[in-house]
């Protein structure tokens, strides 16, 4: 009989490397991440409640509020429908410059926020690509509404994307291909068959998509014009509160954030028990048998 091989150590074998490595993200866990939502909630808190109903009803933390809640129920669903369909696009068609266009998609994920609002600036402003234009028009694009709704949309692009196409990929087209040599049409296959094994994807990547919207800030500084009570939304307004050495009342916005924050974490940790946020190993292409 041959000696059993020795498997070569892993990191963390050894109980000294193992209670280390726990200790030092415990530490660094409590002081980066839990201890600032500590202080949120005790600064928030020690206005007393009807402190914090009335910083949170002053008109300007309202008109945040509701302006951040309408940039979202605009730009989440149009990211979730041009997400599906460009996940839908690169997974069930071949045509040149698929890769490119992921590219594309992906592209908010490797520049500044902050460097997108500049851009919009330069393409819509006064001395803009399209300024003349639209002032000509009497359209208003910056320092409004659709200027934030575009600037949000633009860093939330790719998250419907990168969680569909990978789920898309890995699940190919052969049932997509069974349903339509069935005789059903493109609609009902999509509805049949498509979406309901990506739902929990889908929903996995709106929930991210609509907490980044609602927390976004670089991009919708630029665009907006952070004019109080009229193009601040939430994050802008509690910068404006700070700024203004009203600190309980930025903690108490802040806090309403926070809240939406805790619960996108259980939101996802539920979506991803359900399977969604998994990106499954591609296989490689097999040949068809004869």
Request: net charge positive; proline share 6%.
């Amino acid at each position: 009989m041959q000696p059993a091989k020795r498997r070569p150590p892993r990191v963390g074998d050894s109980l000294a490397v193992r209670r280390t490595l726990i200790g030092f993200v415990l530490v660094v866990g409590a002081l980066l991440i839990l201890a600032p939502l500590i202080v949120i909630f005790a600064q928030a808190a020690s206005l007393g409640l009807n402190g914090f109903l009335k910083t949170i009803g002053h008109p300007d933390t309202r008109h945040a509020i509701m302006l951040t809640v309408v940039t979202a129920l605009i730009a989440v669903p149009i990211n979730t429908a041009f997400g599906i369909a460009a996940a839908w696009a690169i997974t069930k068609f071949d045509f040149w410059g698929r890769r490119f266009l992921l590219v594309v998609i992906e592209i908010p994920f490797s520049i500044s926020p902050i460097v997108a609002g500049v851009a919009y600036l330069f393409v819509y402003g006064l001395q803009g690509l399209f300024g003349p234009l639209l002032e000509a028009w009497d359209i208003k694009i910056l320092f409004a509404l659709p200027g934030i709704v575009l600037a949000s949309m633009f860093v939330t692009a790719p998250f419907v994307v990168r969680e569909l196409v990978p789920l898309m990929q890995a699940q190919g087209r052969d049932l997509e291909e069974a349903a339509t040599s069935l005789g059903a049409s493109g609609w009902r296959t999509f509805f049949s068959v498509t979406l309901p094994n990506i739902r929990w994807a889908l929903l996995y990547g709106v929930v991210l998509c609509n907490a980044r919207v609602m927390g976004e800030f670089g991009a919708v500084s630029v665009v907006s014009g952070n004019i109080r009570g009229q193009t601040n939304t939430l994050p802008l307004h509690i910068e404006l509160l700070y700024h203004d050495y009203q600190t309980a009342g930025a903690f108490a916005a802040a806090s309403i954030l926070t809240v939406l924050a805790l619960v996108t974490i259980v939101a996802k940790v539920f979506l991803e028990r359900q399977g969604a946020g998994r990106r499954p190993a591609l296989a490689a292409p097999t040949g068809k048998s004869a």
